[in-house]
């Protein structure tokens, strides 16, 4: 069963912190990494993707992939209030049409 | 301007009717998904049309049927709704078909089976 698992949370993280997302999947034949974030009652927006092992950088996101250990996290610098959502991440196979899609884990930033 | 626009947003109903949802994209985009979020936010893909070509078709009861008449529009009939319906539907976009394309979101439509 190829699957994509987060932590659901609630992760509860000070204002100004370093917010941690973690993910892990099944499937070793992966090759695309997206982190997507929701807003409670709105749709799934696109924060970053990634192809390659390492650390992927924007602005105040990073994403770092290892293959090796079937895992992929999102940090996000300097958290704000607004950052407050459920971040989602998806994996997907080239070859394979469709993105699997984690629980989510709901992140909330304390003023 | 809406990228990916759906209609209704909130859809109210009875169990065993018949149900449409509309779904627009105006990014030039080749591929199209529908997928079904529960109470959990599980976001799970249940159709995908690449061209007006249906490429994916997950376990989803034949109650469900999507329709691309060009490839800027998917909509998706539900016959005989049921309580376990009841979930968020959202339709996406992609420029091209694989795994490796990134999604954009329609804001969702709210569907209730009561």
């Known amino acids: 069963q190829k699957e994509v698992e987060q932590n659901s949370g609630p992760l509860s993280v000070p204002e100004g912190a370093i917010a941690s997302l973690n993910c892990t999947y099944s499937?070793?034949?992966?090759?695309?990494f997206f982190w997507y974030r929701q807003y409670s009652g709105k749709s799934p927006e696109l924060i970053m993707f990634?192809?390659?092992?390492g650390d992927k950088e924007d602005g105040r996101f990073t994403a770092q992939l290892n293959k090796a250990s079937q895992y992929v996290s999102l940090l996000i610098r300097d958290s704000q209030p607004s950052d407050s959502a459920t971040y989602l991440c998806?994996?997907?196979?080239?070859?394979?049409?469709?993105?699997?899609f984690g629980t989510g884990t709901r992140l909330t930033i304390i003023p | 301007d809406t990228a990916v626009s759906q209609t209704p947003k909130y859809l109210v109903t009875q169990m065993g009717n018949d149900k449409s949802i509309k779904c627009e994209q105006n990014?030039?985009?080749?591929?199209m998904y529908w997928y079904k979020q529960d109470s959990k936010k599980f976001l799970k893909i249940m159709f995908s049309?690449?061209?007006?070509?249906?490429?994916i078709n997950e376990t989803v009861p034949n109650r469900f049927s999507p329709k691309s008449p060009d490839k800027a529009h998917l909509n998706l009939h539900i016959n005989s709704l049921e309580l376990g319906d009841s979930a968020v539907y959202f339709c996406?976009?992609?420029?091209?078909?694989?795994?490796?394309?990134?999604?954009?979101f329609g804001p969702g439509t709210r569907l209730l089976v009561l």
């Open positions: 996406a976009s992609s420029p091209g078909q694989g795994a490796g394309e990134t999604q954009y």
């Open positions: 499937d070793r034949g992966s090759q695309s």
């Open positions: 990634i192809y390659s092992n």
């Open positions: 998806a994996v997907g196979s080239f070859g394979n049409e469709k993105l699997t």
């Open positions: 990014l030039g985009h080749d591929t």
């Open positions: 049309y690449n061209n007006k070509e249906l490429i």
